[in-house]
């Protein structure tokens, strides 16, 4: 039992997918920091002085706290933003790599009949 414990918990897929969560968490650090201490002050200052509120978050209409909801929304707006960037440099990265690669490109094997067809022509020169 223990045994197949630590297989599965040092299996790759494992290692991989707790560096993905942990990267994953500081990423969204950096997006809600972007947020709430760029974009808000940046763009949404004068409305939220308008409306004499702090925080987005604190918007209120009838009590239906929309200024949450929009938070959010604009946190996923700009994390599929940063994350489509992200995304299509690595893919330009990759095709630069592949490029750059030098494409070796194997002769087939020979067949057997061109084997001793090579085999006939050493022995003729003999």
Same mark, same amino acid.
């Given at each position: ?13 494992? @290692?991989?997918?707790?560096?993905? !969560? ?15 201490? !760029? ?16 925080? @987005? ?16 929304? @604009?946190?996923?707006? !700009? ?23 030098? !494409? ?14 090579? @085999? ?7």
């Amino acid at each position: 039992m223990l045994k197949d414990l630590k297989n599965f918990l040092l299996r790759g897929n494992v @290692i991989d997918l707790a560096v993905g !969560v942990i990267i994953a968490n500081a990423f969204g650090a950096i997006v809600n920091s972007l947020i709430t201490d !760029v974009i808000t002050p940046l763009f949404l200052k004068p409305i939220l002085d308008a409306a004499n509120l702090k925080q @987005i978050a604190d918007l209120k209409w009838n009590g239906i706290a929309y200024g949450s909801f929009l938070s959010a929304v @604009i946190n996923f707006l !700009v994390i599929g933003t940063v994350l489509f960037f992200i995304v299509k440099s690595a893919e330009k990265a990759q095709n630069f790599a592949k490029k750059n690669e030098e !494409v070796v490109e194997e002769e087939p094997a020979p067949t057997e009949l061109e084997v001793l067809q090579e @085999i006939k022509a050493l022995l003729e020169k003999k």
